[in-house]
C-alpha cells in the first residue's frame, strides 16, 4: 500500500513537471514567434531610392521600367508628379515646380521611413541651382530617414538623343518629341551634366540595350 502510494505521488509530481515543461516550450516559442513577426513586419532597413538621372531620350523611363519588372521595385518617374500638378497649375511654371518637389520629397521621406525601395527618374540640370539643390535635399531626406540614394547617370550621343526623341513613345507624359525642342533645351541649359557628390553608375544607353542596362544598375546594387 505504501509502495503504490509513493509511486502514485511520484507519477503525479513527473505528470506537473512535464506539464510545467511543456507550457515553458510552449512559451518561449510562442515569444519567438511573435519577436519574428516584429522583426519581419516592422524593423526598418537601409532602403534603396534608386535615382535614375541624364538627359531627355536617354532611356530613363524605359531602363527604369525594365529595372521595375525584374526587382518587383516600384517605379515613381519623373512624369507622375509633373503630370499630377499640370491639372493644377498648367501655366504657372515656379507654382507648379514648387508643389512638384514638396510632393516629391514628402514621398521620399515616407518610404524611406516605411522601409520601401523605390525608382525614380529625373533630368537634371547641372547649371541650374534649383536641380542640385534639390538633389542635396533629397540624399539628406532619404539619409535622415536611415535610407540610402543610389545615383543612376545616363548618358548618349546627341546623334542617338536626336533619333530617339521623335518615337511615338514619348507623345505621352508631355515628354519633348521633337529634335528643334531638344536641341533649344539642351541649348539652354547643362543636362549633361553629372552630380557632384556620392558614387554613381554611368551607363550610356547607345552602346547597351535596356534589359543590359537594367541588369548593370542591378549589379552595381548588389555591389
Not at 67 to 94: M, S
Not at 126 to 147: C, L, P, Q, S
Request: charged fraction near 25%.
Amino acid at each position: 500500500m505504501g509502495d503504490t502510494c509513493i509511486r502514485k505521488i511520484a507519477e503525479f509530481e513527473l505528470r506537473k513537471f512535464e506539464i510545467r515543461s511543456l507550457w515553458a516550450a510552449l512559451a518561449f516559442w510562442s515569444l519567438l514567434i511573435v519577436e519574428l513577426f516584429y522583426l519581419l513586419c516592422y524593423t526598418k532597413y537601409n532602403i534603396q531610392l534608386i535615382y535614375i538621372y541624364g538627359p531627355p531620350a536617354t532611356g530613363k523611363l524605359t531602363i527604369a521600367a525594365e529595372l521595375a519588372k525584374i526587382t518587383g521595385i516600384k517605379l515613381f518617374h519623373n512624369h507622375f508628379t509633373q503630370d499630377l500638378v499640370r491639372e493644377i497649375y498648367e501655366d504657372f511654371r515656379p507654382l507648379r515646380q514648387g508643389l512638384v518637389s514638396k510632393i516629391r520629397l514628402d514621398v521620399f521621406k515616407y518610404v524611406a521611413e516605411h522601409s520601401t525601395d523605390l525608382i525614380f527618374t529625373y533630368v537634371y540640370d547641372g547649371d541650374n541651382t534649383a536641380d542640385t539643390e534639390f538633389m542635396n535635399i533629397v540624399h539628406e531626406v532619404v539619409e535622415k530617414a536611415g535610407g540610402e540614394v543610389k545615383l543612376i547617370h545616363l548618358i548618349a550621343p546627341l546623334a542617338t538623343l536626336k533619333e530617339r526623341v521623335t518615337e511615338q513613345s514619348r507623345r505621352v507624359h508631355y515628354k519633348i518629341n521633337s529634335i528643334e525642342i531638344l536641341e533649344e533645351s539642351l541649348r539652354n541649359s547643362n543636362q549633361f551634366a553629372k552630380y557632384s557628390k556620392g558614387n554613381q553608375l554611368e551607363i550610356d544607353t547607345s552602346t547597351l540595350s535596356p534589359m543590359k542596362s537594367a541588369k548593370k544598375i542591378i549589379q552595381y546594387l548588389s555591389e
